[in-house]
């Protein structure tokens, strides 16, 4: 392969608008002066839809790539998070959509019960309404009606980041084909018994009023007490310890237990103690539960009010007393303390037992303490009948998947999470008291209280033949539903031809905040339904935090709209910057200097461009010879060919952020900088296929980077690649380059770096020296034995960019001028006469000027400072100006009086 036949050109003279840059341009026919993204971005992306380029289709005669995007919520607005997340995937889909894969990126929003019920409810009460007010029916109508209003809200916002989602395929969690996908699984699991329902203790939002599984609690270290006190022995003056650090919970004490091989205790098992304020007798019981070595080794048990108080009451047939409501209120087995808050209940619980002397003492604490992940409330553990997931045989086999390599988290240490919440897994409650949401499938009979567990109601009950029902209340946990989005949106339970063609899907995009909460969830459920993973790899991309390394978020005032950036930088410069040092799994801080940067970038692409497309003539692309192909254009060739062969692999592993580094150091640099001002001087030269040899490299070479910077910046790629010759309607479906080794010249790069280096050494010395581009200077080589010919070629490059009168090689030091100044290169010495670079009468007296000047301002300065009615009446700021501009002054001079003698010295 040669490198014609990569882009296919026949004329450039076919496409329009090229012209030389002496001649007058028309507006029309040449991209713009300035690259403006918000006069392309939207008519691009209309484009791209129009032209169904998005559509992921079953072709047999492709591979599948199939990506499901992580639903955000209805309720949501895009923010950073959002931003990277939907960036790292349109990058992946976008490269192996020209990498001739069928691609396919299934998008779609999820109902979020608990967050978009708050949302409406808090509407509702501007309005003075409550749910209650206007119904289940009535509150459900607002709710789809609020998804309506609000649900496409991201999906606009998602277009404006470029994602190429198969919009045709939008899915939403409460859709029909979700819903009944989620009813066929909550069946399926009831029959095989992994689903039951049963009092346990859950954890409970008083705000939200609803159940919590684990994965939606949120622990947060905090300063608390523990309180030490005195239960009363019945018929005994003795008393026992016990230290709580929730008082409240007391009220519902049945038990007080303590180890049956403590000493200490042993004498008290199966005696009676009197329960502070409630005056009531409970037992004292033996359990090998207690930790004889935490705090006194005499615990307190309440069974409605902790999770491990709950299975001691179950071992001891103890009584279940709550003492709150579903508020977080005391109730009314809590005494005189009914109606009151739980910390209400505890300020008043605390003072009484001082007032009874049976507050041994108070000791601080920091602990771990549960919130509610919506709403930040204090989680508050109660006993609830709930509906329940059986997990552990559920979690076996999705373990094993990712043992056995079947399923791998990038990078792998992310395993470790998974591992660590599969293998201490709790049953998951999956029941939620709302009524936004999949309304779970259970009826129970009016009659006999059966419970029926069906898609719909059923007509009578099969045990005592009533005809009257009544469906469960509550709702699924959103998770339920998100569990199996990777194979409902393919068409489960039907055996579609999408499911059966891209499931299992590809990759996984996801932060590592909700590996949990979602990804472990989606492989069990992939394999208990589908029987097999969802997805080979779990990408894993960090957080977006501010540029302090703090997280985005209201309370600080420091979020940052992505809508927002795009409209100053446009959506190609936001990616870039997102991508930019991205590391799978690290967090990483939003820097507006790197947008600016990643825009500076995407300026110097549109006018390398427009250089070259404005030299485009009438002019007919022949395959330069190889051998007769000019050493840059064999080093641009090789060099583009090596970054193919590298972007491709490091996007294989999912290293996107080395990737862009690749693209922007090889673009910038090598392409712009380099080799574009390498081959100026043959573009405005007179031999014809040396400037033939050049356009051609450079439109190769142009064409294809923007086909490798394509995934990473949709948006100007394809502007400018529409204005180069081409085939095909776009950038996005063209093929993607490949590497050839064929093109690769490791002698043309070892050469061509030997002329660079040589460059940029005689580039130091100038800018050391402050000698401007306009004076020109010799430059004398004495070369390695084997780069003489590369110099004695090199002298246009040396002109052109290291601003030499003439190159001169000599053999030995011999030949040097006097008074020269050096440098070593790899591949030689170099050496400039120092009177080529300054003319040393003139820049001393320049220099002399600059030292009298800075005498008069020192002087003036100094003066002021000297002046006690300045420094009293002046304003303080006016004072410490004047005395930084003498120090100024001052470390300046010192400097202009260094470089006179400095150059006193040489002249002498």
């Not at 990777?486 to 999408?498: A, K, M």
């Not at 002019?619 to 051998?627: D, L, R, V």
């Not at 301002?857 to 005395?883: D, M, T």
């Amino acid at each position: 392969m040669g490198i014609l036949e990569d882009i296919g050109i026949k004329r450039y003279s076919d496409v329009k608008g090229y012209i030389q840059e002496d001649k007058k341009m028309s507006e029309e026919k040449i991209i713009a002066k300035t690259y403006d993204p918000n006069q392309v971005e939207d008519r691009i992306y209309k484009e791209w839809m129009d032209k169904g380029y998005f559509r992921g289709e079953v072709d047999r005669n492709k591979k599948p790539f199939c990506i499901v995007i992580p639903p955000p919520n209805i309720t949501g607005e895009l923010h950073m998070g959002h931003a990277l997340d939907n960036a790292l995937q349109d990058t992946l889909i976008r490269w192996r959509r020209m990498q001739g894969y069928s691609a396919l990126w299934v998008p779609g929003t999820d109902h979020a019960s608990i967050a978009t019920e708050a949302k409406i409810v808090e509407a509702m009460a501007k309005e003075g309404i409550t749910k209650n007010d206007i119904g289940r029916e009535g509150f459900l109508e607002r709710a789809w009606e609020w998804k309506e209003k609000y649900g496409g809200r991201i999906t606009d916002q998602l277009k404006k980041l470029g994602s190429s989602l198969d919009w045709s395929r939008e899915r939403f969690t409460m859709d029909e084909g979700c819903s009944h996908a989620v009813t066929e699984v909550f069946i399926r699991l009831f029959k095989d018994g992994l689903i039951y329902q049963g009092d346990r203790i859950i954890n409970w939002c008083p705000a939200c009023k609803t159940a919590l599984s684990d994965a939606e609690v949120e622990h947060q270290e905090q300063q608390g007490f523990f309180w030490h006190i005195l239960y009363p022995i019945k018929d005994s003056h003795e008393k026992l310890t016990i230290a709580t650090t929730r008082p409240e919970t007391m009220l519902g004490d049945t038990a007080v237990a303590v180890h049956p091989d403590d000493e200490r205790y042993r004498h008290l098992i199966g005696k009676t103690i009197i329960l502070p304020l409630m005056n009531k007798e409970i037992p004292i019981i033996a359990d090998e539960y207690v930790d004889r070595e935490m705090g006194t080794g005499a615990v307190k048990i309440t069974p409605a009010h902790d999770p491990n108080d709950f299975e001691v009451g179950m071992r001891h047939g103890l009584q279940n007393i709550r003492v709150m409501d579903d508020g977080g209120v005391m109730n009314e087995n809590a005494g005189e303390y009914r109606g009151l808050d739980r910390y209400q209940a505890r300020e008043r619980i605390i003072e009484e037992l001082k007032t009874q002397g049976l507050l041994a003492k108070t000791e601080n604490h920091t602990h771990n303490i549960g919130h509610c992940y919506r709403c930040d409330t204090v989680v508050e553990p109660i006993i609830s009948k709930q509906w329940f997931v059986k997990m552990e045989p559920l979690a076996e086999p999705a373990i094993e998947a990712v043992r056995d390599g079947r399923v791998q988290f990038v990078p792998q240490r992310f395993s470790k999470i998974y591992y660590n919440w599969m293998e201490n897994i709790r049953d998951w409650c999956i029941s939620r008291q709302l009524w936004w949401g999949h309304r779970i499938p259970a009826y129970y009979c009016k009659g006999c209280n059966a419970t029926v567990v069906a898609k719909e109601m059923p007509d009578s009950c099969e045990k005592c033949g009533s005809t009257e029902f009544k469906q469960d209340e509550d709702v699924l946990d959103t998770w339920f539903s998100s569990a199996l989005w990777p194979f409902s949106v393919l068409g489960w339970p039907e055996q579609t031809e999408e499911l059966e063609y891209f499931y299992p899907t590809s990759v996984l995009v996801t932060g590592y905040d909700i590996i949990f909460f979602w990804v472990a969830r989606m492989i069990f459920s992939g394999l208990k339904h589908m029987g097999e993973i969802p997805f080979p790899d779990v990408f894993i991309h960090g957080m977006v935090k501010d540029s302090q390394g703090r997280w985005m978020s209201k309370s600080l005032g420091n979020g940052i709209d992505p809508l927002e950036i795009i409209a100053e930088y446009g959506t190609d410069a936001l990616r870039f910057s997102l991508l930019t040092g991205n590391s799978p799994g690290n967090d990483m801080r939003f820097y507006y200097e790197r947008v600016e940067a990643a825009r500076n970038f995407a300026n110097k692409i549109w006018n390398a461009s427009r250089f070259i497309l404005m030299n485009l003539d009438d002019w007919t692309a022949t395959k330069p010879n190889s051998e007769n192909m000019a050493l840059p254009d064999r080093w641009i060739v090789s060099r583009y060919n090596r970054l193919v062969g590298e972007v491709t692999e490091n996007l294989d592993r999912y290293e996107l952020g080395i990737a862009v580094s690749k693209l922007y150091d090889f673009i910038w640099s090598e392409f712009c900088d380099w080799y574009i001002e390498l081959v100026k001087p043959r573009l405005y030269g007179e031999d014809r296929a040396e400037k033939e040899s050049a356009l051609f490299t450079l439109t190769y070479v142009l064409s294809n980077a923007l086909k490798l910077l394509h995934p990473f910046m949709p948006f100007i790629t394809e502007e400018i690649w529409q204005h180069l010759p081409h085939d095909g309607e776009s950038i996005m479906i063209s093929p993607w380059p490949e590497y050839n080794e064929e093109e690769v010249d490791p002698d043309a790069e070892d050469r061509m770096e030997a002329v660079m280096d040589a460059i940029r050494s005689i580039r130091n010395i100038r800018a050391e020296m402050d000698v401007p581009p306009s004076r020109k200077a010799q430059i004398i080589i004495i070369p390695s034995p084997d780069y003489k010919e590369v110099f004695e070629n090199g002298e246009v490059y040396f002109q052109k960019l290291a601003y030499a009168s003439r190159v001169t090689l000599i053999k030995d030091e011999k030949e040097i001028p006097e008074n020269s100044v050096s440098a070593v290169s790899q591949k030689g010495q170099l050496f400039m006469p120092l009177e080529d670079l300054i003319d040393f009468r003139k820049e001393i007296e320049r220099l002399n000027q600059e030292k009298e000047n800075l005498d008069k301002e020192i002087a003036r300065a100094g003066g002021k400072l000297s002046n006690e009615k300045f420094v009293e009446r002046a304003p303080a700021h006016i004072v410490e100006e004047e005395r930084e501009k003498l120090n100024k002054y001052h470390d300046m001079r010192e400097k202009v009086v260094e470089r006179i003698e400095h150059l006193n010295k040489i002249k002498n």
